[in-house]
């Protein structure tokens, strides 16, 4: 294969993703049949609860050959209550497909999707499913993705078979006009170039459960996608944790340079600790179904066996940090164990956080009580069925309630003093407020003279392991950065977990001087309606 690409298949719910996954991997000659949703078969919705949902939840993956391009497929969930999963596969992504019904049109989450995508930076088809429907019509729906997505969404017949989007195409981008002018047309490579800087958003049209322009959109899609290069040193960005069908923990891997091996050791860090581990097995997922691999170049996705501390959005080798996801929950669920044991339902919900942060599982040691952050109803009904289906647990929950945060608006600080019989700890934090959306961030400006690094390392550590609540409602903090900004220890009493009571105790000393200051912020969620 001349060139290769990670591709993911997005839509809102409905839309016929699955279905255009299906016709896709059917016309590339790697099924024989074609699966439905509504029937239960479909090659990528392999989970029993996505079956009987006839939705897709979790992200799944196929792999085919079309022409020259070797395809990696990701077909991605479009319910509004699995963004969060959607989201996260972005980060695997080389294109996309956005998939928009013809009998709906553009809707909301179809351009919350289109504003993710224009986040990560991510070229993009477009693909109107479902033209034989009673529909406005192909000149007014490309009208409406111009309007309401982008005026680079135009005819894909016509720039590849030339004709009027050619000139349209080159109003987007100086050196296509100047080539236009010129030429009278516009080259692949250019075209290619516009697509690949999302100038250009090529759309194609026909219905995927009939077959109708599957074909066109796989002939042009690989003609307009081109080959990246990548750096030689090794990098990956972990986009996804899941389960194996024996309970193997999975981790969900793209190689961003060089080649990834198996029994490879893998340098990595988790907050502030660093750690090194073997990768076991390579696996390269067709549907439920994977092949052993000995090693993936870059370019690449593939699940790996062997990695307990990654998660979802961490960065191996050389591979930079990415930003906080911009999906996240705004509804908290009391758990109701019921007859169960409060700690096998912790662990439990604790594995399922592993593989998806966002539920952000925590204990409220004042009340006792479990809760869990998810998107609404939908995402509630499936974790109570994956905790009845992998654990054994039949569980309730209280009625969600909003999912507050706190933050502060002014700069303090907070000291934490651990200092029991032969145990000795002092650590100084400096508490800042940052812009809406930054999340908490971690630094120090502790010189090694003051506080050894291997006790800065930990005290870091600590302060990034748990998350923090405020002294308001008790909600979690954000939008702050915590700063090391001094410390002391005690060579012959200090252990590890003293350091971790007095970050606990600057921590909570900082958000009361904020609070008797007037600076401590409630923050609620908002939805913008258009």
Partial sequence: MSKQAVVGILAHVDAGKTTLAEAMLFNAGRIRKRGRVDDGDSHLDTNAIERERGITIFSSQAVFDHGDTHVMLVDAPGHVDFSAEAERTLRALDYAILVVGANDGVQGHTETLWRLLARYDIPT???????????????????????????????????????????????????????????????????????????????????????????????????????????????????????????????????????????????????????????????????????????VAAGGICAVTGLAHVRPGDALGAEPGCDAPVIAPVLTYTVLPGEHDVHAVFKALAELTDEDPMLGVSWNTHLEQIHLQLMGAVQLEVVQRVLADRFDLSIEFEPGGILYKETISRPVEGVGHFEPLRHYAEVHLRLEPLPAGSGVQFGTVTSADELDLNWQRLALTNAMERDHLGVLTGSPITDVRITLAGGRAHAKHTEGGNFRQATYRAIRQGLMQAREAGAAVLLEPWYRFE
């Fill in 125 to 295: 088809f477009i693909y109107i499913n479902k033209i034989d429907l009673e529909n406005p019509g192909r000149d007014v729906l490309l009208a409406q993705l111009g309007q309401r997505l982008s005026e680079g969404c135009l005819d894909a017949n016509e720039l590849l078979a030339g004709g009027a989007a050619w000139e349209d195409a080159a109003a987007l981008d100086e050196a296509a006009l100047e080539e236009f002018l010129e030429t009278g047309e516009l080259s692949v490579a250019t075209l290619s170039r516009m697509v690949a800087e999302r100038r250009l958003f090529p759309c194609f049209a026909g219905s995927a459960l009939k077959d109708q322009g599957v074909g066109e959109l796989l002939d042009g899609m690989c003609t307009l996608m081109r080959e990246q290069a990548w750096p030689p040193e090794f990098a990956a960005r972990v986009y996804r944790v899941s389960r194996g069908v024996r309970g193997e923990r999975l981790a969900w891997v793209k190689v961003t340079g060089g080649t990834l091996h198996a029994k490879q050791m893998i340098d990595g860090r988790s907050g502030a600790e660093a750690w090194e581990q073997k990768v076991d097995q390579v696996r390269i997922y067709n549907g439920e179904k994977y092949e052993l691999a000995q090693e």
